[in-house]
Nanobody
Framework: VQLQASGGGLVQAGGSLRLSCANSKRTFSNNAVGWFRQAPGKEREFVATINWNGVSTLYADSVKGRFTISRDRVKNTAHLQMNSLKPEDTAVYYC?????????????????WGQGTQVTVSS
């Protein structure tokens, strides 16, 4: 399963971006989907995840209340709406599909990863 993340860019602090994750070759409609990020010199960290039917979500404390994850099972896409962005949100953002259908923040549970998209928040 090859996932493609898009929608990154340069934005001022307080601004918004909407990231998208898509896969045109294989459906991941029965998998949980997650977003992770990696800043320079830091380990990849969990951001948000949504379960297979979109009913259950989980967020990192650092983004709770500012970011919203969603998915469209028909279009085989997932999205991360990021509001009130802060300079510390600057990172490469990756989407991934888990081996399971329920939410998980554990990186090792995610088997399918896509190329990342750069998000840069200026102060």
């Amino acid at each position: 399963v090859q996932l493609q993340a898009s929608g990154g860019g340069l934005v001022q602090a307080g601004g918004s971006l909407r990231l998208s994750c898509a896969n045109s070759k294989r459906t991941f409609s029965n998998n949980a989907v997650g977003w992770f990020r990696q800043a320079p010199g830091k380990e990849r960290e969990f951001v948000a995840t949504i379960n297979w039917n979109g009913v259950s979500t989980l967020y990192a404390d650092s983004v709770k209340g500012r970011f919203t994850i969603s998915r469209d099972r028909v279009k085989n896409t997932a999205h991360l709406q990021m509001n009130s962005l802060k300079p510390e949100d600057t990172a490469v953002y990756y989407c991934a599909a888990a081996r399971r259908s329920s939410v998980t923040s554990t990186t090792s549970e995610y088997a399918y990863w896509g190329q990342g998209t750069q998000v840069t928040v200026s102060s």
